[in-house]
């Protein structure tokens, strides 16, 4: 039985359906991702989860029990808001110990409990001073220890490392796996940040307009997308329109308008003349000058159209003869590489016949 | 670059002179010169008829010079320092009574949605909008011997067989007028506090196990510490110094500082004993702001 059970949970505000008849199920210990863009109603399911807001319909279900009548303050799960609502008339120590006191726990059980989560997120030192005296980053893991220390079922994190600046956002998502591994609580996660998603999640639903698009474990997300819609969200991806030109066992045979034809991973259920959505990732696109490349069964000629030098990689748009854009990813491994093309340059793109995804329309 | 960085500095110096002194000197001429004169004069010889007595005269006979007898006088009759009791436990009551009818008011309209909180705010200060005396004499007719509620309050203390009472002249109706006039000067305050507290936090408190009597006494409460101190100084200190409401609504027993001050000018017109009260309550009252100060300091440092 899982820990978490979302049974058929609508919830509308008005003519706004924020939670479309969404199912789910959360296995205890796991850090699970609720990821969409904003608006798509992963909050609005969390508030619920949490007991701020109730469903219209359906039922949430916490180790089997119905939470329906179980108010916020007696339910076992606890939130990180994204501003981390500390209070900031308190003590780091005074709101870590702030959820032991409300369960009335005993002075000697404050003091160790205090003790253990103060030295899980380093702030022993820290202990009796101010949240305004203390760092954004120094915060975030003062509302992850309050949220922690009473051993909550279930600690939702509701975008926790929006506020925090890039690379101390990586910090915290490796001191976040680390945590988690270490306290064995099982966590909801909500971001639209889908690096962060991918990161951190041991599975990710991704939620588009109050509806759960598809469920599946980072790796699975990414190079198996079920929709055009998660294809696009995770990460970047090249699209081409295409017409299913035959169906064989071991391949589709696709063709491109003003491109030709390509050869793809097969799809069940497609006839020739499907039409659809041919959809690839920048770093399977290889590019060359040279036509090395026509060992690859998709190849294609184009001009650097847009170059993006991002330090690690180098993204190239480079445009086709159909003026469609395609997106190739170079890593930048060697310095003052012989194959740093300019805008302009005329250049050869290709990628595997077992690459790309075919989505029916 | 220098030179009109310098030149910068000099208009902007400027300007705030300009900005600043006018007020500045208002506050210097018709504030500290006056209380200067206060004090001086606490130190003189009440003229004959008010005013002062002169600092020298022809006739040894005459009063003159200066003197520490005013002093002497306020403290060798503990009658003074009754009324300054009296005084301070009007306040007191008051700022209490303020308080607890306030804070619901002002909570209330901080959680009412935003498009209905100014005409809330409006409507407590409205009765600013007509004359302070007129609204007190309005007591007097609510509280009068004719009026509904006496009737009311006689009838029912007669079925238990208790003597009729005076609702006016009493020290009740300087506390009931006391109350109404400053109730807004508890409310306004602690609106504004409690409307920037982020609700967020009371979430939190509840996602972490607080019952809604909780989260008011862990929460809402601390946090509102600086507007109940600013309240408070707003009802207590005005209270302390009020002579009008005594005056109209209290007996003759229910003298307050104010009337004892007004009572020295106005009618035996011994200036200098008026000035040594006028001094004992403002040393008092910023006793009290520097008590407040010190409690409400280290608590304020979040606001």
């Known amino acids: 039985m899982a820990q978490l059970e979302i049974r058929n949970v609508t919830r509308c505000f008005g003519d706004l359906i924020a939670v479309d008849n969404v199912s789910l199920n959360v296995e205890a210990g796991e850090f699970f991702t609720l990821l969409g863009p904003s608006g798509c109603g992963k909050t609005t399911l969390l508030r619920m989860i949490a007991g701020f807001d109730l469903p219209d319909s359906g039922q949430i279900l916490l180790d089997g029990k119905d939470l329906a009548n179980i108010p916020a303050e007696k339910r076992p799960i606890h939130t990180v808001f994204q501003s981390y609502a500390l209070f900031p008339h308190m003590t780091v120590a005074e709101n870590i110990s702030f959820p032991l006191r409300m369960a009335r726990r005993s002075k000697a059980e404050i003091n160790k409990m205090l003790h253990v989560a103060l030295e899980q997120v380093h702030l022993t030192d820290k202990a009796s001073a101010y949240p305004h005296e203390l760092s954004g980053g120094q915060n975030q893991r003062v509302a992850l220890a309050r949220g922690l220390v009473n051993r909550p079922l279930l600690l939702l994190l509701d975008e926790p490392l929006g506020a925090l600046d890039a690379k101390l956002r990586q910090e915290m998502q490796i001191d976040l796996i680390n945590l988690q591994r270490e306290v064995g609580i099982t966590f909801v996660f909500v971001t639209h940040a889908q690096v962060e998603a991918l990161a951190l999640s041991h599975r990710i639903a991704v939620m588009d307009q109050g509806k759960i698009v598809q469920v599946d474990e980072p790796a699975k997300l990414y190079s198996f997308p079920k929709t055009r819609f998660v294809a696009d969200f995770i990460g970047h991806i090249n699209q081409f329109e295409a017409q299913v030109v035959k169906p064989s066992h071991g391949h589709l045979c696709l063709a491109i308008s003003g491109l030709g034809e390509i050869i793809a991973p097969p799809l069940e259920g497609v006839v020739a003349g499907d039409k659809g959505v041919f959809a690839i990732r920048p770093e399977q696109v290889r590019i060359s000058a040279h036509s090395e490349l026509t060992e690859l069964k998709n190849h294609f000629s184009g001009v650097v159209h847009d170059l993006l030098y991002r330090g690690e990689v180098s993204l190239y748009k480079v445009k086709l003869a159909n003026g469609a854009m395609n997106e190739a990813l170079l890593p930048n491994s060697a310095p003052g590489r012989a194959e740093l093309f300019e805008v302009g340059d005329t250049v050869n793109l290709g990628w595997r016949h077992d690459a790309g995804i075919f989505f029916h329309d | ?303």
């Open chain 2, 1 to 303: 670059m220098t030179d009109s960085g310098h030149k910068h500095t000099r208009a902007a110096r400027l300007a705030k002179y300009l900005m600043g002194g006018p007020p500045l000197l208002f506050l210097l001429l018709l504030f500290a010169v006056p209380s200067v004169i206060m004090v001086l004069a606490s130190f003189r010889y009440p003229g004959e008829f008010g005013g002062l007595a002169p600092l020298t005269a022809a006739d040894p006979n005459t009063l003159q010079g200066v003197t520490l007898e005013t002093y002497q006088f306020f403290f060798s009759d503990l009658i003074y320092i009754k009324v300054f009791i009296k005084s301070f436990f009007m306040a007191l009551a008051t700022t209490l009574i303020c308080l607890i009818m306030a804070y619901p008011l002002a909570l209330l309209i901080a959680l009412s949605p935003k498009k209905n909180r100014n005409l809330m705010v409006l409507m407590v200060i409205l009765p600013f909008a007509s004359n302070f005396l007129i609204r007190v004499y309005a007591w007097m007719i609510i509280l009068g011997p004719q009026s509904v509620l006496s009737q009311l309050v006689n009838n029912f203390l007669h079925l238990f067989g208790n003597a009729p009472v005076h609702l006016l002249f009493s020290p009740f109706a300087v506390l009931i007028a006391m109350v109404y006039v400053h109730l807004p000067f508890m409310v306004l305050p602690l609106y504004s506090n409690l409307e920037k507290h982020d609700p967020s936090l009371l979430d939190a408190a509840q996602d972490l196990g607080a019952n809604g009597w909780q989260r008011f006494w862990r929460v809402t409460f601390p946090l509102s510490l600086p507007g109940i101190f600013s309240g408070s100084a707003l009802v207590f200190i005005p209270v302390l110094g009020m002579f009008a409401i005594p005056d109209i609504l209290g007996g003759t027993g229910d003298m307050l500082i104010g009337n004892l001050i007004k009572e020295q000018f106005i009618g035996t017109r011994d200036w200098p004993f008026g000035s040594t009260l006028s001094i004992m309550l403002t040393i008092a009252v910023l006793l009290i702001a520097w008590l407040a100060a010190k409690l409400g300091g280290h608590r304020g440092h979040y606001a």
